[in-house]
């Protein structure tokens, strides 16, 4: 375990070493989809019981109307269909109703007691949070994979995708978002670093130099990006030819 643990340390400080060792320990695949899971359960544990104890707090009618008005008004902002009075207005003098039915739902007694259903629907995010990582680390991974090829380099899929597991082990530090102000530049700070791991895992799975191994692992982000950029425009003008 010491020598396992030492390796992972060591793959956060870009040794190559250590990413060659972590690459060929057995069951690598296995072994990055474990890491993936322990990282994000762990990482998740300050929004569980954030999540557990507001499941458990009465609903606030006054909460829920703020968080309506400020929807609302992000529409009025981005949705031509919005920004007309009457249709803003109609939308104003809905939101007590809307209000009052959420109070009304939250207040159906369920089956179980509140804290027990409390502790359930919050331990569902918590693991459906872990879940979403396995297949985010899949689905991206995917598309490296074909960027990797195309510029020259090769690796087993499981090899390649167990390798850059270790991308995940800064994401440790999303135990310290929560925290007012700094709790967010240091999960950003984070998420760099773990593009850098990424990067340095790929090129040492794939053959591919770092210059090959940037352009591979990002190139995914920038066409996704590009892609959901186009789809927003196209929603936008329909909404505009259609209001």
């Known amino acids: 375990m010491s020598s ?23 069951n690598v695949f ?19 019981g954030m999540r557990l104890v ?4 009465p609903v ?15 529409q009025r902002q981005f949705n031509p269909g919005f920004q007309d009075p009457e249709v803003y207005e109609m939308a104003e003098e809905m939101v007590d109703t809307i209000v009052a039915m959420i109070v009304d739902i939250a207040n159906i007694r369920p089956p ?14 918590w693991l459906t949070g872990a879940l979403s990582s396995i297949g985010g680390w899949l689905f ?6 074909v960027a990797v090829n195309l510029l020259g380099g090769s690796a087993k899929l499981r090899d390649f995708y167990g390798t850059v597991a270790v991308f995940s082990i800064p994401g440790l530090i999303g135990l310290l978002g929560p925290i007012p102000c700094v709790g967010g ?23 591919l130099d770092i210059g090959r191994s ?17 789809l927003t425009i196209l929603f936008v003008l329909w909404m505009v030819i259609i209001f």
Request: glycine share 10%; charged share 15%; aromatic share 10%.
């Open 185 to 207: 530049i240091l999960v950003f700070l984070g998420t760099i670093w773990g593009i850098v791991m990424y990067v340095k895992a790929t090129s040492v799975a794939t053959g």
């Open 140 to 145: 991206y991974g995917a598309l490296v994979l």
């Open 4 to 26: 396992l643990l030492n390796t992972l340390l060591r793959t956060v400080i870009l040794d190559d070493s250590a990413y060659r060792e972590w690459r060929e320990r057995p």
């Open 54 to 57: 507001s499941e458990v707090q």
């Open 214 to 230: 940037v352009v591979a692992v990002l190139a995914p982000f920038v066409i996704l990006l590009l892609l959901a950029l186009a």
């Open 30 to 48: 296995l072994r990055g989809i474990v890491l993936i899971l322990i990282v994000s359960l762990i990482a998740g544990l300050v929004g569980f």
């Open 60 to 74: 606030d009618a006054d909460e829920i109307r703020e968080g309506i008005r400020e929807s609302f008004e992000m």
């Open 112 to 125: 179980l007691p509140v804290g027990v259903a409390g502790f359930f629907t919050a331990l569902g995010a």
